[in-house]
């Protein structure tokens, strides 16, 4: 070996940043998934689900954090001020990132403090309607408020929430009035849309699905590109005259920005992995819940264009910006 290749390469040795040192031999010790909210909820099952393959498939323990409060901001800010070394790892809700910093001021941002991972999956709303509303499809329902100005009102789980922006931004486009009367919950809600006290709740898919069913309720349309393959019969909003349209929710993995880049491609092949996976898959799909999986650079393009889309939502809402 010639002095001059060998001094190249302790040149090369020394350049390296500790960062990058630490994504060649990452992981080595056990990683934290903070969660957003409580355990028991959709996002809190994905991120067990995806807890346990990553153990499995990393070789160190993932541990479930769950941090609520603040509808999801603590849990982000804990991830953010975290060390940049893939140890630290937050589930990602779409609320969190891409509604709650356009409606209020939020200790982080979302595209500038993370580094986007992985979707691991997400979940259209289903929209219900009691049955005693005579209506059989969105058009007549739509003309059904339209004929009736201020008398026709909807549920949603709270101002803000993708519930009751999904509704207004329906509304907006089809040019139409409704009465938003906002619940503490989707729970409640979906309870007085069975009970016949309000008309309708354009909800979360896996909050609908039990009651699809019932004779006390109909479901009309779901907010998604494709019809839900649980509902193959409810066609999606943009079937019924709104070419274009769909929201979702969905649920991922985001990083600490500055994370190494090594580090992030590692997890997110590990969780495409998982989205494959029949086991995994039919998990997700008990929940009502699809899977993604992709890339990094996928999960920042869906961002970008989810920020854009709940930007007009928002507006169309009305709803309150702090």
Known sequence: MSVAFA????????????????????????????????????????????????????????????????????AAEYVMHAAPDGYTLLTASLPQMAILPQMTRTPYDPVRDFAPVVIVGSNVLALAVNDRVPSRDLKTLLAH????????????????????????LLLS??????????????????????????????????????????PRVRILAVSGERRAPALPAVPTVAEQGFAGFRTNTW???????????????????????ATRDAGFVARLEAIGVDPVGGTPAAFARTLEGDIHLWSEAIKASGARVE
């Open 145 to 168: 408020a339209r004929e009736n100005p201020g008398k026709v009102s909807y549920a949603s789980a709270g101002s803000g929430t993708v519930s009751h922006l999904t509704l207004a």
């Open 7 to 74: 001094m190249r390469c302790l040149l090369s040795l020394a350049l390296l940043s500790p960062l990058s040192v630490l994504a060649q031999a990452w992981p080595q010790k056990p990683l934290r998934l903070v969660v957003p909210f409580t355990p028991g909820g959709v996002t809190d099952a994905i991120a067990r689900m995806s807890a346990e393959w990553l153990t499995a498939r990393l070789g160190q323990p993932v541990i479930v954090d769950n941090r609520p409060g603040a509808n999801g901001a603590i």
């Open 251 to 273: 649920n991922g993995i985001a990083a600490p920005a500055r994370t190494p880049v090594a580090v992030i491609e590692r997890i997110a092949r590990e969780i495409d992995l």
């Open 173 to 214: 486009r089809a040019g139409v009035q409704m009465e938003h009367v906002p619940y503490k919950g989707g729970g409640p809600a979906l309870a007085d849309v069975l009970a016949g006290h309000i008309p309708m709740y354009f909800g979360n898919l896996a909050e609908v699905l039990p009651h699809a069913g019932s």
